[in-house]
């Protein structure tokens, strides 16, 4: 065995670095996927897929990897991502705006510090609280800064700011002020290589002794206290982590649309997407988050065009994942995989699939018309 | 200053009916019920086309004694659009809400979330995708209330106001006095043991769910009927307004929804016309503040209806 390959449960894995391992078949699909990412723009130059849908899908997805951090692990739901996702948009915004900024990475890298910043401030107020509480105090403080941008003339209200430093070209990527298909492509690869990166620095992270104090404390806060972890610290270490994640997406997202208004960055049903990005793609995993984004993102954004009743088209796709494949989409491969392989393996599985299903069917009915009838009739 | 305050009373009062479904909800299912605007909005537009319909029998006002049969005709209408409400929110309860009681609260959310964007989509299939108006708050402005102490007020107004009174008196008196309300009482406190004893909680979750939709039904027929429009998106704002109301209140008890929604209504009303600039964030900062100091709210009681 090499220093890459290691022998576990008669398994081989690939061994990246301390605690970052992946199965053959995991190895695979992550080659696979990095070969996908890089090759969208060729694929959509071909095929009528959106390219800037997917570049979008993919930046809300970042900012859902960021999200799962605490979702998956302190267990906490966050209602105001869109927080951190609006920061960091609008710091790009307005140092381009008000500042005459004309790069891009410094403008990344303000969106990173007002994130952090901004964080920093609400995650000191909400690192205490739990469940339902934790979800509300955040979405509030979200609605808040949504109110405040929207009323200020410093950010120029709900018509948002542009993010053309000289008012017309786009803001110069390394140094290099490109024409818009050209930017478009070097900024989709910076995507993909601050994707990359975050990915592997949030897998590290998960996997260090915080990590594993972060799932500590998602399983019980008192023991964890009990066993030495600074919890309180802890959440608002983790809280400020996932809004630098969101920030850095919303900074990436700003150089890509070039205007940023309150509404797709900021308001708190934005807060609610990114969330559900991450139940979608299988918040279970680490890369879901960026499918569920992708996925999601893709529907939000072109559904429109093909259909009118696209708000019912996603609703019933969500109605569809809570009910039949909670752990998302990432997160159920492994389990309809095995299911399809029985079933090849032993077709006869399939008549009780069948029977299965009438049965449920039949239950449904009857008990609906039981309930009607106690309704319309009363208890007997 | 005083129109100011009364404007407050009357926004109060919708939002009123509004959370307060949203907090029993909570306080019996324990779900937080993001679809709830929409049945609110669902209920706007059901009184487009019920009140139109019924108020297009009888003659428009001319003086004050036919102006409250006119008015008499669009509450009973009003009450029609809200009784439209309760077989679909026992329908929706009994079909998309039971599977999920035991699941985590992120797929509750999801769920629910889901919902809302069927409901806004078969709104726009029935009724079009630009806003109603319904017309008729004219018509009962014709009744003197308010003209005979000497102030000019919309009168429609000051019913409202009286409305979101009554309703929270019938349901402190439903859950306090009633047997079914008793039995809603116990369910919330303790589902086992009151399966132990006969209680069948399915049937009363699809209670009271049909309870909280009815009450948002009536608060969008109150709105339609008011000066504002039927549209598409007004119960996006509503529902987060609600959020802060029973955030504010304590989730799940009833007084507290009462409460905030007259606090939250009557703030936001007096501030906005001093500091316009304030109008969308004063229900938050209200919300952060009483989270902060008092995090279980002015009510708190933990999934109980008190």
């Keep these: ?94 140092l381009a705006s008000q500042f005459d900024v004309s790069s891009g990475l410094l403008m990344l890298l303000g969106s990173v510090l007002a994130a952090t910043a901004i964080s920093v401030l609400i995650g000191y107020f909400v690192a205490g609280y739990l469940d339902i509480y934790f979800a509300l105090l955040t979405l509030a403080f979200n609605q808040v800064l949504y109110a405040f941008v929207l009323q200020s003339g410093y950010f120029n209200y709900s018509d948002g700011l542009n993010v053309r430093p000289d008012g017309l070209n786009p803001p110069a990527l390394f140094g290099l002020q490109l024409s818009s298909t050209g930017y478009e492509l070097v900024l989709y690869y910076l995507t993909v290589v601050v994707l990359v990166v975050s990915l592997l620095v949030m897998w590290k992270l998960v996997n260090s002794p915080f990590g594993r104090a972060l799932d500590a404390i998602g399983q019980n806060r008192t023991r964890a206290r009990f066993v030495g972890i600074p919890v309180e610290k802890y959440v608002w270490v983790a809280f400020v982590i996932s809004g630098i994640y969101g920030g850095l997406a919303g900074g990436l997202f700003a150089l890509l649309q070039l205007h940023v208004s309150p509404e797709p960055t900021l308001y708190a049903f934005v807060s609610g997407e990114i969330l559900f990005m991450a139940i979608l793609g299988g918040f279970g995993t680490l890369v879901g988050p960026v499918i569920g984004g992708v996925v999601l993102v893709y529907l939000l954004v072109q559904a429109p065009f093909y259909i009118e009743y696209y708000n019912a088209l996603t609703g019933l796709m969500l109605l569809a994942v809570v009910l039949f494949l909670p752990e998302g989409i990432l997160g159920s491969i492994p389990k309809i995989g095995t299911g399809l392989s029985r079933r090849r393996r032993d077709p006869g599985l399939l008549r009780e699939d069948v029977a299965t299903i009438g049965s449920s069917l039949r239950r449904g009915v009857s008990r609906a018309a039981t309930t009607v009838r106690i309704i319309v009739f009363g208890v007997n | ?77 009003s009450l029609a659009t809200a009784a439209v409400l309760l077989p679909v929110g026992g329908a929706l309860e009994a ?124 608060g969008g027929a109150m709105v339609s009927i008011g000066p504002g429009s039927a549209s598409l998106g007004m119960g996006l704002d509503w529902l987060v307004l609600s959020f802060v109301v029973i955030v504010i209140g304590g989730l799940g008890s009833l007084n507290g929804a009462f409460v905030g929604s007259m606090l ?29 100091l008092k995090p279980e709210g002015l009510y708190g009681a933990w999934g109980e209806i008190q």
């Design chain 1, 1 to 94: 065995m090499s220093r890459f390959l290691v022998d576990r449960d008669g398994e081989t894995h690939l061994r990246l670095a301390e605690g970052m391992e992946l199965t053959k078949n995991q190895a695979v699909l992550a080659a696979v996927g990095l070969v996908a990412l890089l090759i969208v723009p060729d694929i959509t130059r071909f095929t009528p897929l959106s390219f800037t849908a997917i570049h979008r899908g993919i930046l809300f997805g970042l900012a859902a990897v960021g999200l799962n951090l605490l979702l998956r692990h302190t267990e906490l739901v966050s209602f105001g991502h869109a927080a951190f996702f609006g920061v960091g948009a609008y710091a790009a915004a307005v």
């Design chain 2, 264 to 292: 939250v209504g009557v703030s936001s009303r007096v501030v906005t016309p001093y500091y316009p600039q304030l109008e969308l964030a004063v229900p938050f900062l209200l919300m952060v503040l009483v989270l902060l």
């Design chain 2, 1 to 77: 200053m005083l129109e100011h305050v009364l404007n407050g009373l009357y926004y109060g009062s919708i939002l009123f009916m509004i959370a307060s479904g949203m907090t029993i909800i909570f306080g019996v299912l324990g779900i937080l019920n993001l679809a709830h605007g929409e049945l609110y909005a669902l209920g706007a537009f059901s009184a487009f086309s019920i009140i139109g319909f019924v108020a297009g029998q009888v003659a428009a006002p001319t003086g004050p004694v036919t102006a409250i049969v006119f008015g008499v005709v669009v509450l009973a209408g």
């Design chain 2, 95 to 218: 079909a998309f809400i039971r599977p999920i009681y035991d699941r985590d609260e992120v797929y509750q959310l999801l769920l629910t979330y889901g919902l809302l964007l069927v409901l806004t989509d078969v709104m726009k299939f029935v009724w079009g995708p630009s806003p109603v108006d319904l017309g008729v708050f004219g018509g009962i402005n014709e009744i003197p209330t308010t003209e005979l102490v000497g102030i000019d007020y919309p009168s429609y107004n000051v019913f409202v106001i009286l409305i979101g009174i009554a309703v929270f008196a019938w349901l402190v008196w439903f859950f306090d006095r009633t047997k079914t309300g008793r039995i809603v009482r116990a369910t919330a406190i303790n589902r086992e043991m009151s399966t132990a004893i006969g209680i069948s909680t399915d049937r009363m979750f699809t209670l009271v769910f049909a309870i909280g939709a009815f009450f948002a039904g009536f």
